[in-house]
């Protein structure tokens, strides 16, 4: 097989998740007092981490903004957290992907907890052998979410596959000398998945398994 490590993102990659986010980060940032920005906006920092996230689109904030920020954040998302749905498919194509001689892992923005409370809700934890959060070292799209995975699995980069909706996750993988490859129905357009090294764009998940029944 040409890849023995499989590398998911989870927020519009696995769960159809980005337009809550975004929402929660428009609500937050009124509670703050601040500019709400537009959806395109907070899509598009989905995947860094909270506080990376708030940084970049309000990066005159004190830390104390910062935490306010998060905190608020976290008010309107966590009671609506439930609401969050699989993309319809996507369980499939990890059971197209098991192999005994093949990795799946987790490389998300999500906070530990965060990526807990979503696997107790879809039941998807049997599938990956491996998961990396971005308060656990440095978050999208620095690689350290996928050298660690690498380093856990001990496959080569070339044999990394990091499947994302962002150009942080194809970036990451880039920076890691790993695979990147997009799907364009979570948070970034594909005219902005585009600017990122990537070996392809598929646009539904029925598109991503075809992808990977050729190429993984």
């Not at 009124?30 to 689109?57: M, N, Y």
């Not at 976290?74 to 009671?79: C, K, N, Q, W």
């Not at 990147?180 to 585009?194: D, E, F, K, Q, T």
């Amino acid at each position: 097989m040409k890849y023995r490590l499989v590398v998911f993102d989870w927020d519009g990659t696995v769960m159809d998740s980005t337009s809550l986010i975004a929402e929660c980060i428009q609500f937050a940032a009124r509670d703050c007092d601040l500019s709400p920005p537009s959806t395109e906006a907070a899509k598009h920092i989905i995947g860094l981490g909270i506080r990376d996230s708030v940084r970049f689109l309000f990066p005159n904030l004190s830390d104390a903004g910062l935490d306010m920020f998060a905190e608020r954040y976290r008010h309107h998302y966590l009671p609506r957290d439930g609401e969050v749905r699989l993309y319809e498919g996507i369980e499939n194509v990890l059971r197209l992907l098991a192999h005994d001689e093949r990795f799946l892992a987790v490389a998300t923005g999500k906070p530990r907890r965060g990526l807990e409370r979503a696997f107790d809700q879809c039941e998807l934890r049997p599938f990956f052998h491996y998961t990396r959060c971005a308060d656990e070292g440095w978050p999208k799209p620095h690689p350290d979410m996928l050298e660690k995975l690498i380093s856990a699995t001990g496959v080569n980069p070339s044999e990394t596959l990091m499947i994302g909706d962002t150009t942080h996750d194809l970036e990451m993988a880039a920076a890691a000398g790993c695979h990147g490859l997009a799907v364009s129905y979570g948070a970034h357009p594909i005219n902005v998945l585009r600017t990122a090294p990537h070996q392809a764009v598929v646009h539904t998940v029925e598109e991503l398994g075809e992808w990977l029944k050729q190429n993984a």
